[in-house]
Every structure is written in C-alpha cells, then in structure tokens.
C-alpha cells in the first residue's frame, strides 16, 4: 500500500435548487466580482445563465459574464478571459457548466493571479504555480470530475496540443449541483459523460498495488452504479434518482479518494488527448475508443486485476481454468457496455473514416513529446507502445 495525503477541500451543495444559495456561497469565499464563465447556448436556453446572474445582482453580488467555452477548451479564449478579469478587477471565477468551463476557468484563474506569466507554461512544465484566484462552479453536466479536483485541461491552438496540469491551488471552493440541470442532456453527451467518470476509476483501478482492498472495493462499488444509473436515464431522462447517481458518481470518480494508496496510471488519458487535439472528439467518446486496445495491450501486466473487474464489475463469471480468458471477456463485457450506450470501441467508429499511419505517427510524436517522454505506470508505455495501441485501436 502506497503512502499519500489526501486533500479535499470543496464544499459540495447537492439537490433541488442548490443554485439558490450561489451569491451566499461566492460572499462566504471572498468574492467581491465575479466571472460567469459558460459554454453555448444551451446556457442560455434553460434559462440557468440568467438565473445565476440575477442571484448574483440580487445577492450584492458584482459580476461579468464570458461564453464561448468549447469542448477541449481552447488557450485563444482563456487569454481572452483572462484581458477580461484584469480590465475589470474580477476577484473570482464560477463555471456555470461542465468540466471545459471548469478547466477553462482555472486557467483563467491562473493567469489573472499571474499577470506576468504566459499561462500555458505552467502547463508544458515551464513555471511553477503559486497563486490563483478562488474558482467555484455551478455544473450542469457530470463527466470530468472537475469541479472538485486540481485538474485542468487546455488545448492549445498553436500546434493542436491539449495538456493538462494539476495543482492544488486549483481545487474549486465550491460545487453546486443540482441534477435537474442535467435533465435535457443528449443522450450522447450522457453517455461520453459516464464513460469519462468510468475512466477517471480505471486509471487508478487498473494497478499493481493489489494490497488497499478498501480503495479497490469503493472504486468498484462506484462503477457498478454509475454503470447500471445510464440505462435508466437513456430510458427516462428526468428520473431524478439516477440522474443523482450520475452527478455525484463524477465527483467521486475524480476527486481522488478512489486512488488512495495505489500508483495511477492515466495513460489511456494522455493517448486520448492526442485524438482529442488532432480530430476534436468528444473526450469520452475518445476513451471509449481507446480503452478496450489499452487494455488488451497491458492486461498480462496484472492478469489478476483485470479477472477481479471482470468478475465484480462487468459480471462475468469466473473460469477458474482460464483466467486470460475471464480477463478478455471482460473487456469485451466493457466494449458491449460501450455499443449499448451509443459509445465507439475504435478509432474508425471514432472519426468516421479510417486513420492513416501519418496521423498515428503524429499522435504518438505529441503523445511521447517528440519521443522525449513514456507515460503510464501500469505499463510503462514508449513510443514504440503507443503505436502499438493505436494501431490495435484503428478499428
């Protein structure tokens, strides 16, 4: 069992209309002037924009607001937001949407409170972060995890690169969550939802630490519900009770208590960032695409983890004879799982269209920091591993 600290400091205020109480809680954090920082229209559209900035007014609450948030956040808007803040004197930033918005607003947050600094070096390891202006959100969509961890992903323009960066400075002050703001999701997007908070669980899941039973226990437990939670809110969209399990599963997923005395891996993380930056995929859709070729690939490395989760997780009974073959149709049991909820299980179904070896190449260049870097822990993963994943991956 690893050794660790374990810091989570987010006040979480779950339920029916939490967003009520949004100008009390920016009062109780500090914030004098707020950004209201959001995606598209939907925002706007369900009427929450509005209503957090008439809560806000009303509050004695200062505010201004920026849109514009993509999925895989880009750098161009975080400059933006941050020319914005400084003009204005913003002294706090709140994410009324999903983890983009989020991870888009720490990196705000960054570089307001370092107004001498370029914001992206701290995410390619250039500067070291000291500082940052207090973040909270209001979410509407659960997926990433974001609004209690320390992490945020950006993508930069300049080069299709999407890193990501951690800290503790980072970790929002509150999260208000509400799961009836999720009931007009797509379907797609709660799905690729649910994929991405699986996946935060499998890379701190799938280790060679076999010896914290209670970590491993609780990330199972949690997979097993927010497994069985998306079939009856594909089915029923408005079904409060598992829309609930959804929210909260994101949180727990990635707050980082399911990784507690394990090493974490994150490898699948960082080989779908390359297709998240290269053809501006859905994150989740991305993993989901990856995932089954990764697993297949680094499976012997703990035969036994991979026939526990196929056994606790995906139901598969144990062929005590054979435990390869337990191991595999567990990760065929993930990959129905995938189909059934309208998720890729390959790169082909990914995109659209089969990759070419150029574009694999080039992913496993960024991907290995021009052949500088591995990645991984499960497996160690060079470059020659990456290729290989993508290539088993291409569909």
Not at 134 to 158: C, F, H, K, Q, R
Not at 216 to 243: G, H, M
Request: aromatic fraction near 10%; include cysteine; hydrophobic fraction near 40%.
């Amino acid at each position: 069992m690893k050794d660790f600290n374990y810091y989570a400091p987010t006040e979480v205020v779950f339920g029916k209309e939490s967003e009520e109480q949004v100008a009390h809680l920016v009062k109780k954090y500090g914030g004098t002037k707020v950004l209201v920082h959001y995606g598209g229209k939907s925002a706007q559209r369900s009427g929450l924009l509005d209503k957090i900035c008439t809560l806000l007014q009303e509050g004695g609450v200062d505010y201004v607001t920026l849109g514009g948030v993509v999925p895989n956040p880009r750098l161009s808007l975080v400059h933006e937001g941050i020319q914005l803040c400084q003009r204005e004197g913003v002294d706090f930033l709140l994410a009324v949407g999903g983890g983009s918005v989020i991870d888009s607003c720490k990196a705000i947050a960054m570089g307001v409170a370092n107004p001498d600094e370029e914001v992206w070096n701290y995410y390619i390891g250039k500067s070291t972060l000291t500082c940052a202006l207090p973040v909270a959100s209001v979410l509407t969509i659960p997926a990433a995890g974001s609004e209690m961890s320390e992490s945020t992903v950006i993508t930069n323009e300049d080069g299709d690169v999407k890193l990501g960066f951690s800290n503790d400075l980072l970790r929002p002050k509150f999260a208000i969550m509400n799961p009836e703001r999720t009931f007009t999701l797509p379907p797609y997007q709660t799905a690729a939802g649910v994929t991405d908070m699986m996946m935060h669980i499998f890379e701190r899941y799938f280790t060679k630490d076999d010896d914290m039973d209670l970590t491993t226990d609780l990330a199972e437990a949690t997979l097993r519900s927010i497994k069985n939670a998306v079939f009856a809110v594909l089915k029923n969209p408005e079904d409060y009770r598992y829309r609930a399990q959804i929210m909260w599963g994101g949180s727990v997923a990635h707050w980082g208590l399911l990784g507690k005395g394990v090493q974490e891996d994150w490898a699948t993380h960082q080989l779908e960032h390359e297709l998240s930056a290269l053809f501006d995929v859905t994150h989740g859709a991305g993993l989901a695409a990856v995932w089954p070729s990764w697993a297949r690939y680094t499976m012997h490395e703990n035969l036994s983890r991979f026939v526990r989760f196929a056994v606790n997780v995906m139901d598969v009974p144990n062929d005590f004879t054979d435990p390869e073959g337990t191991a595999l149709k567990g990760i065929e049991a993930v990959e129905r799982f995938y189909r059934a909820i309208g998720m890729p299980t390959n790169i082909k179904e990914l995109i659209g269209r089969d990759i070419t070896d150029d574009e694999i190449r080039e992913m496993v260049r960024k991907c290995s920091r021009d052949y500088q870097s591995a990645c991984g822990s499960f497996k160690v993963l060079k470059a020659e591993d990456m290729e290989a994943i993508y290539q088993m991956a291409r569909g």
